[in-house]
């Protein structure tokens, strides 16, 4: 039976470890490396936002995109994390771009241009409002 989109969303500590061990046997990763992803996994899908997207009814991960701008730039990516939610606050679509980087602020304008980009083209796309977040992980 296929995993839900959601299913990584709600994985418990014992899972997050498992599938973190797996992935570290596979790079061969030391156990403060493997521990440490464990932490950054664990923290980060306790973030109210990742909540909301475990709790979307639709929801994309890793999904490619393709949008031309009105003056012909194409643009091109892959959105991390889109959800469609439903509240009385926003009724559309929520775009989420992680990023791991230490230093953010060095680019984060460039970080910012391209989850506007996103957004635009799940806007278009879905003839639906779009906002999109980073989140630094």
């Not at 973030?47 to 730039?73: K, M, N, S, V």
Request: charged residues 25%.
């Amino acid at each position: 039976m296929p995993c839900s989109p959601q299913w990584i969303l709600t994985r418990g500590a014992h899972e997050v470890r498992a599938v973190t061990e797996a992935n570290a046997r596979l790079i061969d990763a030391t156990s403060e490396e493997t521990d440490a992803a464990v932490s950054t996994v664990s923290n980060a899908l306790k973030h109210p936002l990742i909540q909301r997207a475990a709790a979307a009814q639709t929801l994309r991960r890793e999904t490619p995109l393709q949008h031309y701008r009105d003056d012909g730039t194409l643009i091109e990516g892959v959105v991390d994390l889109a959800f469609q939610e439903h509240t009385p606050e926003f009724q559309g679509w929520t775009v989420v771009d992680f990023k791991t980087d230490r230093e953010i602020e060095k680019a984060e304008n460039q970080y910012r241009a391209q989850v506007a980009a996103y957004v635009d083209a799940v806007c278009i796309a879905t003839e639906l409002p779009a906002r999109g977040f980073l989140l630094a992980v």
